[in-house]
């Protein structure tokens, strides 16, 4: 199985930008889409971004959409979320998560906390 550990949270400006990283341990990490989730205080989690085993495909929620970039280094086991143009609504915990088409979710990362201020 694989097992996933984000990094790169923290407190940014709005307007400003982050990084964050999820590095994955275990065998064959390119065989899994990766999506990355987030859940606000009070709210429900929500998708933000998925991308697909080998990267050549990459889906964005409508809110994150020309602002958020994923991606994935697979020689490095790890998975990417560029986050730019920052608003205080993106403030969350941020989530990565591991799937395979027809098993669904077999991993979940601890999550992130992302603060965004006005």
């Known amino acids: 199985q694989v097992q996933l550990v984000e990094s790169g949270g923290g407190l940014v400006q709005a307007g400003g930008s982050l990084r964050l990283s999820c590095a994955a341990s275990?065998?064959?990490?390119?065989?899994?889409?990766i999506d990355w989730f987030r859940q606000a205080p009070g709210k429900e989690r929500e998708f933000v971004a998925a991308?697909?085993?080998?990267?050549?495909?990459?889906y964005y929620a409508d809110s994150v959409k020309g602002r958020f970039t994923i991606s994935r280094d697979n020689a490095k086991n790890t998975m990417y979320l560029q986050m730019n143009s920052l608003k205080p609504e993106d403030t969350a915990v941020y989530y990565c998560?591991?799937?395979?088409?027809?098993?669904?979710?077999?991993?979940w990362g601890q999550g992130t906390q992302v603060t965004v201020s006005s």
């Open positions: 991308i697909s085993g080998l990267g050549g495909s990459t």
């Open positions: 998560a591991a799937g395979q088409r027809g098993v669904g979710y077999v991993a």
């Open positions: 275990g065998r064959a990490v390119s065989t899994y889409v």
